[in-house]
């Protein structure tokens, strides 16, 4: 059975960082395509950072380009998003993804697992 576990998320003032993390079981995150997503009230679901993991190659959109980054820790089955300079906009619950058939990587339909989702709420 696979579970993502989202952790982290939380209330902060613009400008300040948080660091969500994702821990893995029954799966492993080095030979999936893991992604964080996020959904703000009244909005649809975007995509935020995706890592492949067939190739070395990490996206990044372009509304958090410069301040968010994804990275993996193999030893521990995690996944985290290192968020900086945080903004209002970038209030929503956030969402660890994992996929595997196939190479896409930018619809929630490339990912078949989803964790339950963390809230990170920034106030101007």
């Known amino acids: 059975q696979v579970q993502l576990v989202e952790s982290g998320g939380g209330l902060v003032q613009a400008g300040d960082s948080l660091r969500l993390s994702c821990a893995a079981s029954g799966l492993t995150v080095s030979s999936y395509r893991m992604a964080w997503f996020r959904q703000a009230p009244g909005n649809d679901r975007e995509l935020v950072v995706a890592?492949?993991?067939?190739?070395?190659?990490?996206y990044i959109a372009t509304s958090v380009k410069g301040r968010f980054t994804i990275s993996r820790d193999n030893a521990k089955n995690s996944v985290y998003l290192q968020m900086n300079s945080l903004k209002p906009e970038d209030t929503a619950v956030y969402y660890c993804?994992?996929?595997?058939?196939?190479?896409?990587?930018?619809?929630?339909?490339?990912?078949?697992?989803w964790g339950q989702g963390t809230q990170v709420t920034v106030s101007s």
């Open positions: 993804a994992a996929g595997r058939s196939g190479s896409r990587y930018l619809s929630m339909t490339d990912y078949a697992y």
């Open positions: 890592m492949l993991w067939f190739v070395d190659y990490t």
